[in-house]
């Protein structure tokens, strides 16, 4: 396995478990769309690890163009997320970016099926290891144009938001933009083999330590609200286990499942009131530890 297929291999393991993460710990919309972004990174690592690693120039061209539906598809879910992060309502944007997006998988499609050979048309062996889409079709640089621009004006946004945000929202910020950065930074040196330009996408590996940055800010600074979904849920199970541990156990143990079945039913009744109070207290200490934060950050930068 060539390094840039290994580095495809880790983009798809990081990136596919945090899209796992954040659509099944994170309720709000902010979540789904950040689930859907590292999604579409997934499908471009797996597909930049099977067309590494493919020698047959049909397996080739197949494992291309399934990477391309992430790639094609990461700029407008990268946007979306940024707008809906920094509370943005432009909705025209928004379509704007998406309607682009799906014309560019639609093109990709039409290679895929022989309709159209503009966008995905040529193969070339570069480094002695294995095979990328170059020279390109004649729409695939305006992709190009298109991902870079997008990505830049999102960056654009955040970092105007960073100068004008203070506190607990400032660090968010300033780790979602190390991240992306890192992210965009290394998965973008794929492009310029595309190109002729021949230059080993080392960085490519960057691409995986984004998950873990942004995991880190999430339980540290409650980014994205998951910390609060986690608690819930961990109250949730720790509560209705009692609800249904310990009448089990009385029956179990003892034999007396009719007093169990009452205990069950009274349980059951006070269970939501347990659960509410419980979980209270701990979204008041997050509230606490995340005013700590703030006051920390404050005064030490």
């Known amino acids: 396995m060539n390094l840039f297929a290994l580095s495809g291999l880790l983009v798809f393991v990081s990136s596919l478990s945090f899209a796992i993460f954040s659509w099944v710990k994170g309720k709000k919309l902010l979540n789904k769309i950040w689930a859907f972004f590292n999604l579409s990174v997934a499908i471009w690592g797996l597909g930049a690890f099977k067309f590494a690693t493919a020698l047959?120039?049909?397996?080739?061209?197949?494992?291309?163009?399934?990477?391309?539906?992430?790639?094609?598809?990461?700029?407008?879910?990268?946007?979306?997320?940024?707008?809906?992060?920094l509370e943005i309502k432009t909705k025209r944007i928004i379509v704007f970016v998406y309607t682009v997006s799906i014309l560019f998988f639609l093109v990709n499609f039409a290679d895929w099926i022989g309709f159209t050979n503009?966008?995905?048309?040529?193969?070339?062996?570069?480094?002695?290891?294995?095979?990328?889409?170059?020279?390109?079709?004649?729409?695939?640089?305006?992709f190009v144009f298109f991902f870079?621009?997008?990505?830049?004006?999102?960056?654009?946004?955040?970092?105007?938001?960073l100068k004008n945000s203070k506190g607990l929202k400032r660090l968010q910020i300033q780790y979602f933009l190390l991240a992306t950065a890192l992210g965009f930074g290394g998965g973008g040196t794929a492009f310029p083999m595309v190109f002729k330009i021949d230059i080993y996408p080392l960085l490519h590996f960057t691409v995986f330590f984004y998950p873990i940055i942004m995991t880190y800010a999430i339980f540290k600074y409650q980014l994205m609200d998951i910390?609060?979904?986690?608690?819930?849920?961990?109250?949730?199970?720790?509560?209705?286990?009692?609800?249904?541990?310990?009448?089990?156990?009385i029956g179990h143990k003892y034999g007396l499942w009719k007093d169990a079945t009452w205990i069950t039913?009274?349980?059951?009744?006070?269970?939501?009131?347990?659960?509410?109070?419980?979980?209270?207290?701990?979204?008041?200490?997050?509230?606490?530890?995340?005013?700590?934060v703030i006051y920390k950050w404050a005064c030490c930068g």
């Open 227 to 249: 910390n609060v979904a986690i608690t819930r849920a961990g109250i949730f199970t720790f509560v209705y286990a009692l609800v249904l541990g310990i009448p089990f156990i």
């Open 56 to 85: 047959n120039k049909n397996d080739v061209f197949f494992w291309l163009r399934i990477g391309h539906i992430g790639v094609i598809l990461i700029p407008a879910f990268f946007l979306h997320f940024v707008f809906e992060l």
């Open 118 to 142: 503009i966008f995905i048309v040529n193969l070339r062996y570069v480094f002695n290891s294995f095979y990328v889409d170059s020279p390109p079709g004649l729409v695939y640089p305006l």
């Open 265 to 292: 039913l009274i349980l059951a009744t006070t269970g939501p009131f347990i659960y509410n109070f419980l979980r209270q207290r701990a979204e008041n200490i997050l509230l606490k530890e995340q005013q700590i």
């Open 148 to 161: 870079f621009l997008v990505v830049i004006y999102a960056h654009y946004y955040g970092i105007k938001a």
